[in-house]
Each structure stands twice: as structure tokens, then as C-alpha cells.
């Protein structure tokens, strides 16, 4: 399921997560960011970048290069950011031949669900940074303050609404933990 959202129900997409709750967070990235590089604007790769929320504000101060599995980029989610590039590919196995001084993994890490993956994207990040570049690696959860937990939310659009329910158990015994996603939607035709 998690990956039809990204897919099929990709014209589905704006209304899980407003753009706007991104501002912060892409603020705080660069604050963080801001004090470990010297260039005037940062290349930037950000791996899974989905429709680009966080990218839609880091290119104010980032030359920024989308890519992720997923047509989500080119799909309606992603017009808003069309002027940046995008390329299709698994984080686990990218190679662009480039470095960048930046190389961003957001909440898309969490999709690395065994130890052996989450290796190959390290890896790729690696490839893909400059010497004295930087890492920057953005997991939804880490162990030490994991806690299980419910969280809702959604929002209605052009004739559209989502309503979802998101719940997180865990972690299990190798350190995974579950996230089932209820989504529901309703269209109306006039
Ligand atoms: C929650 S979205 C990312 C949202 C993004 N952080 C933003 O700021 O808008 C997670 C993305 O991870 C992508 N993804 C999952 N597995 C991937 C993989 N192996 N390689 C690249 N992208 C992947 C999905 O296609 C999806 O677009």
C-alpha cells in the first residue's frame, strides 16, 4: 500500500501532507547544513525525494537533483516542482557517475527494511558525495525514542478529500517496526 500512494494514487498525494508543513523542517536542514558548507549554493542529490516537499524549499539555497523510484516526481504532486531535475532510480543501486556537496535522505530511508538495504543506500550516498561533503540522513523514527503510536490527518482539495490513520507498532525483535496506513478517500463529481 505504501507504495500505490506514490504510484497509481500518486494524483492522490497533496492532500496526505500540505507543503507548507514542510517549511520548518526544510529550515531547520539548512540551518544544520548551513554550518558545515562554504559553497555560495550547494549541490544538492536528495535520494527518494517523492514529490520534492522539502526540495520545494531547499532549492531557495541548493542546486538540488531529484530522484526517486517512483513516477511520483513527474506526476500532478510533483508539478510544483518541475523546474528541477528528476531522475528514476532505487536508492540501493543509483550511480550518476557525479558528486554532489550535499546528499539528502529524508523520511524515504525508513523504506530500507532490512539491514543489507539500508547498507546499499549508505553506499550510494557515499558514491554520490564530494570529498568533505556532507550526509545528511533524516529518519522518520530512531530506536533510542522510538515509541508505537497513532497519528492522523488528510486534507480536502478540488472535489477530492483524504482522511488517513496512520498506526506504528513495534519495534520488533531485529529492530524493525510496522507502519499500517488506512487511507480513505472520497471524490465527488460535481
Ligand atoms: C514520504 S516520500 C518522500 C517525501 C519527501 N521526503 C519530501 O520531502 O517530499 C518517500 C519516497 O521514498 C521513495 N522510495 C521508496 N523506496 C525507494 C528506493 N528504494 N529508492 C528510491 N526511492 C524510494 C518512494 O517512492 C517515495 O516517493
Known amino acids: 500500500m505504501a507504495h500505490k500512494i506514490y504510484q497509481e494514487l500518486a494524483e492522490w498525494y497533496p492532500l496526505l501532507t500540505l507543503l507548507d508543513d514542510y517549511k520548518e523542517e526544510a529550515d531547520y536542514y539548512h540551518e544544520v547544513l548551513s554550518k558545515h558548507t562554504s559553497q555560495l549554493r550547494p549541490t544538492m542529490l536528495e535520494l527518494g525525494s517523492g514529490a520534492g516537499y522539502n526540495a520545494y524549499f531547499l532549492k531557495e539555497w541548493y542546486d538540488v537533483i531529484l530522484s526517486d523510484l517512483s513516477e511520483i516526481c513527474w506526476s500532478s504532486a510533483g508539478r510544483l516542482i518541475q523546474s528541477l531535475e528528476h531522475i528514476q532510480g532505487d536508492m540501493r543501486e ?15 530511508i525508513c523504506y530500507m527494511q532490512t539491514e543489507g538495504d539500508l547498507r546499499k543506500a549508505i553506499a550510494t550516498a557515499a558514491v554520490h558525495c564530494k570529498p568533505g561533503g556532507i550526509i ?29 490513520l496512520e498506526w506504528v507498532t513495534g519495534p520488533n525483535a531485529d529492530g524493525t517496526y510496522y507502519v499500517d496506513f488506512i487511507i480513505a478517500l472520497r471524490e465527488r463529481s460535481q
Do not use: C, Q
Request: proline share 5%.
Open 136 to 164: 545528511l540522513i533524516s529518519p522518520d523514527y530512531v530506536k533510542e525514542i522510538f515509541k508505537p503510536h497513532t497519528n492522523n490527518g488528510g486534507e480536502d482539495g478540488n472535489g477530492k478529500a483524504m482522511r488517513w
Open 94 to 108: 543509483l550511480r550518476l557517475n557525479l558528486t554532489f556537496d550535499v546528499v539528502f535522505i529524508h523520511d524515504a
